[in-house]
Nanobody, 125 residues
Framework: VQLQACGGGLVQAGGSLRLSCAVSGLTFSLHGMGWFRQAPGKEREFVAA????????SYADSVKGRFAISRDNAKSTLYLQMNSLKPEDTAVYYC???????????????????WGQGTLVTVSS
């Protein structure tokens, strides 16, 4: 199983980035997905989650209204559109997959079985 995240980079505050996560080695449409992030010296935290079909989503309060999670099951790809970026959004962003057939969405990091390698997002002030 591979989860390959990309799209990170350096952006000024107020700018936008779109992260992608290409998934292989599992049947993408059967897995709920999520994005997490980890800033230097801090614990990994939940950012957003999406259900198997994409019909349900959940966001951390800190990104609600600015970030949007989506998925393309035909392309086995997860996305995170990030707008109005702030310096406090600076972190390594990870995509993650839940075990097969888990309905709904969850922010619990322990319920994600597969993890990507992360992509660094740096927001300058």
């Amino acid at each position: 199983v591979q989860l390959q995240a990309c799209g990170g980079g350096l952006v000024q505050a107020g700018g936008s980035l779109r992260l992608s996560c290409a998934v292989s080695g599992l049947t993408f449409s059967l897995h709920g997905m999520g994005w997490f992030r980890q800033a230097p010296g801090k614990e990994r935290e939940f950012v957003a989650a999406i259900s198997l079909s994409g019909g349900s989503t959940s966001y951390a309060d800190s990104v609600k209204g600015r970030f949007a999670i989506s998925r393309d099951n035909a392309k086995s790809t997860l996305y995170l559109q990030m707008n109005s970026l702030k310096p406090e959004d600076t972190a390594v962003y990870y995509c993650a997959a839940r075990a097969k057939f888990q309905a709904g969405v969850t922010m619990d990091v322990r319920l994600y079985e597969y993890w990507g390698q992360g992509t660094l997002v740096t927001v300058s002030s």
